[in-house]
């Protein structure tokens, strides 16, 4: 198993370095891995002028899988758009084609205390958002800032999508609510955008092929507001890419940190790229002090969907539970009367309770 790690920025390689140990302790195991670093983000612009340097592409091109931790930092904002770390990550999913991000929002009962809304109303939560990852707003041409007709300056975005491109996050989704609890609720603005009228019109077609899976649809303001009010309503989300962006971290805030979310983005072929839900945090990077659960739950999602190996990921999901249940905090979800612990110290307690 060939994995590309991509530390990044900030936190990036604090939280990647507590990943790596959990690999490496299953390597000793007997799995058979292989790892390769390389820079991402602002450490590719730094390395090499580029935030996705040829290097790095290329390894991740030649791997299996890739564990990422975050990019970006202050110091790269008046950077040309180009140059600056964010345009690295989209364009890496872009070069590996990876259409579908799936982002499970869960709450351990260990922390129903974390959560900023009443436990009663998210104790048991256990969403996934399956997100589209290459279309849309983010993708779509043309756009730029230019002079209007009328003298003035204006910016512009196309909210794109094509009907093969629907089709497969459909798919996709479908697939994983058959293997949860038969569930899918499609989000879109089909009362304002007609690409999301067209999305839903194509989630309407692909639902025949899955008789089994009760299919809805809400436009995404109200899925915002729903999520608040009544998140457990909700088994699988499909949405495209910028509401998906939106309501995913939404819903992982839910569970009380967002330190606590892992997230898989998967080709066809599920080839996937790894990475916990949260940015770089340069504010806190260095300090020995982030959260890597999300990074490590990452490394299970790469063991269960890029490698089939569901009892080496639930191996490493129960250690996880094991050291919350236990009492073991990091300074995000630390609660009176728990043992607040560092980056590394929350990686020694998961290597043992491994």
Known sequence: MKIAVLPGDGIGPEIVAQAVRVLERLRADGLAIEMEHAPIGGAGYDA?????????????QAADAVLLGAVGGPQYDTLDRPLRPERG???????????????????????????????????GLDIMIVR????????????????????EREGFNTMRYSESEIRRIGHVAFQIAQKRNKKLCSVDKANVLECTEFWKEIMIDVAKAYPDVELSHMYVDNAAMQLVRAPKQFDVIVTGNIFGDILSDEASMLTGSIGMLPSASLDQANKGLYEPCHGSAPDIAGRNIANPLATILSVAMMLRYTFGLEDAALRVEHAVKRVLAQGYRTADIAEAGMEKVSTSGMGDAVLAAM
């Open 48 to 60: 090499s002028g580029d935030p996705l340097p040829d290097a790095t592409l290329a390894l991740a």
């Open 89 to 123: 990550l989209l364009r890496i999913r872009k070069a590996l084609n990876l259409f579908a991000n799936l982002r499970p929002a869960l709450l351990y009962p260990e922390l129903a205390g974390a959560s900023t809304l009443k436990p009663e109303v998210v104790s």
């Open 132 to 151: 589209e990852l290459t279309g849309d707003i983010y993708f779509g041409q043309p756009r730029g800032i230019h002079v209007n007709e009328q003298g």
